[in-house]
Nanobody, 120 residues
Framework: QVRLLESGGGLVQTGGSLRLSCAAS????????MGWYRQAPSKQRELVAS???????NYADSVKGRFTISRDNAKKTVYLQMDGLKPEDTAVYYC??????????????WGQGTQVTVSS
C-alpha cells in the first residue's frame, strides 16, 4: 500500500521560509520521479516542482528561484525548501509520484497534505 506523509507546513510572514518533507512507503522510491503539488482555495491542484531519480529538477515559473526540491533515496523522502514566500504561495502542499518527467500527472492516491499559510 502506497503511503505519502507530508509535514513541515505552518504559518509564516511574507519573505519567510519553510521546509516541507514527504516520507514515502509502498513504492520503489529511488526509481520514481517525485513531485510537490499545491492546491489553493477554489483553485486546481498544480505541480510546482519535480525531481528525477538522478536529481534533475523542474519548477513552475511561479516558484522558480525561490523553491528548491531535493530527495534522499536512502530515507525515501523528498523535500521542498521554500524561501521568499509570498501570500500567493498559501495552499495545501502534497507530494506524489509523477507519471513521468515533464508530465504533471500524479500516479498515486493523495496523502493528507500540509498547510502552508503566508501572511502579508
Amino acid at each position: 500500500q502506497v503511503r505519502l506523509l507530508e509535514s513541515g507546513g505552518g504559518l509564516v510572514q511574507t519573505g519567510g521560509s519553510l521546509r516541507l518533507s514527504c516520507a514515502a512507503s509502498g513504492i520503489i522510491f529511488s526509481v520514481n520521479v517525485m513531485g510537490w503539488y499545491r492546491q489553493a482555495p477554489s483553485k486546481q491542484r498544480e505541480l510546482v516542482a519535480s525531481i528525477t531519480p538522478g536529481a534533475r529538477t523542474n519548477y513552475a515559473d511561479s516558484v522558480k528561484g525561490r523553491f528548491t526540491i531535493s530527495r534522499d533515496n536512502a530515507k525515501k523522502t523528498v523535500y521542498l525548501q521554500m524561501d521568499g514566500l509570498k501570500p500567493e504561495d498559501t495552499a495545501v502542499y502534497y507530494c506524489n509520484v509523477v507519471q513521468r518527467y515533464g508530465s504533471s500527472d500524479a500516479r498515486e492516491p493523495w496523502g493528507q497534505g500540509t498547510q502552508v499559510t503566508v501572511s502579508s
